[in-house]
């Protein structure tokens, strides 16, 4: 017997959403604060921006990559389990990080432990949003995906007022405490929709054979490559070009973060409304890659925050864009996991070498951007390119 169709809205499928907001305020909400810690390991541990960034690179690895189990797990039936297992490493790992001293240690606690505990937690649940919601999927998956960037403005906020009176160890045991707060409110409203389906694969290999959802996937890698930059390197940017404060760096990543609010949820209701969610993931790409090639030009405080503000909502508009369309990928909604952990497992390697790439190149130009900025520029262009041709294959085979 097939599914009932999904009831897009309604008191119990909106509580879902606020539930899979604060997931993602507790997942990537903490990645994109991961600016803090990039420069605090650096000036504490005397390693290199390409070695630290490698952390958050792990970490985003082994969310995307465990998605394709994960997935699978939530089509299953088995959602509950993932989010009491995800929110343990989660915790667990945060909690780790604050007795950490040495470079090892923080890649084993934040990269590898809540790494995996973001992989239990980030596509299921995406992937179960998609199931309440079909006209109203693009704005629905907005609203969860804006909680990366309230997690990416509160955590730095907390920081910023925290540490100078607390010092480091109790600042992340802080953060662990909100994160486990989240985890009791989630596990009290999670509900799972649909029937379990307990057979099936892993991997469902026939969809490679669809063009369009190959090219779909070859355009999101390369556009999840190098939209992550900035976010892991814009206060040390803001400190290292601009001679711009710590606190003032540390202002960066509020308005980036913050900016993301609206540049998730506009251009959901814009892509509902009027011009579909896989139209206005090119129209933000080209734009956001365009923005990368006029960071290079960017020398002065002033320009400096007109960049952020354009890039949080831009940059914020692509990442919301990119995992609202992955639903689009198939009409058998017993499939939504399994399917959208396929291509987020690819995109994992995308996210595991973006950001040190770009780390490599700015050592390379002796700290000069130039080199790092013009490749996530073309990496953002080529992505829409590749998306657009899955588009136009659609809608031939449609037709």
């Known amino acids: 017997m097939p599914p009932s169709p999904p009831p897009d809205g309604g008191m119990r499928a909106w509580t879902q ?48 990559f465990i998605g394709s189990f994960s997935g699978r797990l939530m089509d299953a039936g088995y959602y509950r389990w993932c989010l009491i297992g995800g929110f343990i490493f989660q915790i667990v790992g945060i909690f780790m990080v604050s007795l950490c001293w040495r470079y090892w240690q923080v890649f084993l606690a934040q990269g ?16 179960l949003i998609a199931t309440y919601f079909a006209k109203r999927r693009s704005l629905a998956l907005g609203l969860v995906l804006s909680g990366s960037s309230t997690g990416g403005l509160i955590f730095p906020i907390m ?22 707060f989240c985890f009791a409110v ?8 649909l029937p379990k389906r307990p ?6 290999s026939s ?22 930059f900035s976010y892991f390197y814009i206060d040390t940017y803001a400190v290292n070009v601009i001679g711009a404060s710590k606190s003032d760096a540390l202002s960066m990543l509020y308005i980036i973060n913050g900016m993301g609010i609206p540049g998730r949820i506009i251009p959901a209701l814009f892509a509902d409304r009027f011009f579909g969610i896989l139209n206005t993931y090119v129209a933000l790409g080209i ?22 503000v354009c890039y949080g909502l831009i940059g914020g508009g692509v990442q919301g864009t990119a995992l609202s369309s992955l639903p689009t990928l198939t009409t058998d909604l017993s499939q939504m996991g399994v399917r959208s952990g396929m291509v987020l497992s690819i995109v994992a390697f995308a996210c595991l070498t973006g950001p040190p790439l770009a780390g490599a190149l700015i050592e390379h130009k002796n700290g000069s951007y130039t080199y790092a900025c ?26």
């Open 112 to 127: 590898i432990c809540c790494g995996i505990g973001d992989g239990l937690l980030f596509c299921p649940t995406t992937a």
């Open 287 to 308: 734009v956001a890659g365009v923005l990368l090639y006029c960071w290079i030009a960017v020398e002065t405080y002033g320009g400096m925050v007109a960049f952020v």
């Open 159 to 180: 920081v910023q007022q925290l540490l100078p009176r607390v010092g480091f160890p109790w600042t992340v045991r802080c953060l662990g405490f909100v994160v486990l």
């Open 17 to 64: 959403v606020f539930m899979a907001h604060l997931v993602l305020f507790c997942t990537w909400g903490f990645i994109n604060s991961f600016g803090f810690f990039q420069t605090y390991y650096e000036e504490n541990m005397r390693v290199s921006a390409s070695q630290v960034s490698w952390i958050a690179s792990i970490q985003v690895f082994l969310l995307s």
């Open 207 to 228: 969809a490679f054979r669809e063009k369009p959802y190959s090219l779909f996937v070859v355009g999101i890698f390369l556009s999840l490559w190098a939209v992550y």
């Open 199 to 204: 057979s099936g694969p892993l991997i469902q």
């Open 186 to 193: 989630c596990l009290s409203l999670a509900r799972t929709r």
């Open 374 to 399: 013009a490749w996530g520029g073309t990496s953002l262009i080529l992505g829409s390119g590749f998306v657009v041709a899955a588009r136009f294959l659609m809608l031939r085979q449609q037709s």
